[in-house]
């Protein structure tokens, strides 16, 4: 599981090359020197001494005289169940590197009064303090693959954009047209859970595309980028379009090393997405409101879309357009040209 954002892991994801063959992410053959140095959130190093944040390590031998045994169940991150039972002798042997006074005032839950509320108790903080340290890893590792797909961007002159929105909102229909009137060299590489349909819709316009199937996983990732760029070719001022996982939460954490972040926003959502799913508009470098062929036919309040955007991203540009109508698509494509220029 994503210790970030909690969605399945991504050990399953692979690519789509041109050829529609299948190809494991942990097996791809790169020529670029990277060095895959595979850091796993999960170090299992656990030979049953649980380091807690103020690094005793507890033999679990405690003999107490008055015969409290108490069954504690351990919940690590791992899902590890291990259910110790401490037989209180009242003679402390532990295994510390130094002595600890107890005073054995045995707090239990059911004795709480309002003037003692109460407390977590230290696995929980432990529990808590680790993921938020794994979160911290993961998002680490992440931005340093980010920056180096930023650098090997720069060096071949490709101009990257990440394209997220909600499922449904137009993704892939407002690519399809791009790539046939905009009339640069561009590349996509698709991101969905499963089936390559949009890959194959990408292709038919002419256009090179790479799916990257996430599995269980919710986002793409700056190593899934770096993963596909062998895959793709890529030549000198080419428009590379990152079509996200369809989600308006996890995508947002993860860099994958683009020049500029897009949201897409179609009027059949309603108007209040920028305020439920703040994160990510507030990372938009510009929001495409889409579908707006079909306003005739909605009670749609567009000022008030327009005010929740730049209630949460005030610098962010607002474009409205329709990819089947072709309604707002030039100021589309000279937005995409001034960018890259």
């Given at each position: ?18 050829n ?74 532990h295994?510390?590197?130094?002595t ?44 340093r ?35 046939r ?36 996983g ?5 190593e ?25 939460v ?37 929001v ?7 306003l005739?036919y ?44």
């Amino acid at each position: 599981m994503c210790v970030t954002c909690g969605c399945g892991n991504t050990n399953n994801t692979t690519l789509s090359n041109q050829n529609g063959q299948s190809i494991p992410l942990h097996t791809h053959t790169h020529e670029h020197p990277h060095t895959h140095t595979h850091e796993h959130p999960h170090s299992h190093e656990h030979p049953h001494s649980h380091e807690h944040p103020h690094s005793h390590e507890h033999s679990h031998t405690h003999e107490h005289p008055h015969s409290h045994e108490h069954s504690h169940t351990h919940e690590h991150p791992h899902s590890h169940e291990h259910s110790h039972t401490h037989e209180h002798s009242h003679t402390h042997e532990h295994s510390h590197e130094r002595t600890h006074e107890h005073t054995h005032s045995h707090e239990h839950p059911n004795e709480n009064t309002d003037e003692h509320p109460p407390k977590a108790s230290k696995a929980a903080v432990t529990e808590v303090l680790d993921l938020h340290l794994l979160e911290q890893r993961v998002l680490d590792k992440n931005d340093r693959i980010a920056e180096r797909n930023r650098g090997f961007f720069a060096g071949r002159g490709v101009f990257a954009l990440n394209l997220m929105s909600s499922p449904g909102a137009g993704k892939t229909c407002l690519l399809e047209r791009t790539l046939r009137e905009i009339g640069a060299p561009c590349a996509v590489i698709e991101g969905d859970q499963a089936t390559s349909l949009d890959a194959e819709a990408i292709r038919a316009t002419g256009t090179p595309a790479i799916q990257v199937n996430t599995g269980k996983g919710c986002h793409l990732e700056a190593e899934m980028i770096w993963a596909a760029l062998p895959q793709l070719p890529l030549q000198d001022k080419t428009l590379l379009f990152i079509e996200n996982v369809g989600n308006l939460v996890c995508p947002s954490l993860f860099d994958l090393g683009e020049h500029k972040r897009i949201v897409l926003m179609s009027v059949t959502e309603g108007e209040n997405k920028p305020l439920k799913y703040p994160h990510i508009f507030r990372s938009a470098d510009l929001v495409l409101l889409t579908k707006i062929d079909l306003l005739p036919y909605l009670d749609y309040d567009l000022p008030r879309a327009l005010d929740a955007i730049h209630t949460i991203q005030p610098d962010a540009a607002i474009l409205q357009v329709s990819a089947r109508s072709g309604d707002g698509m030039a100021a589309w494509y000279d937005w995409l040209r001034q960018q890259k220029a």
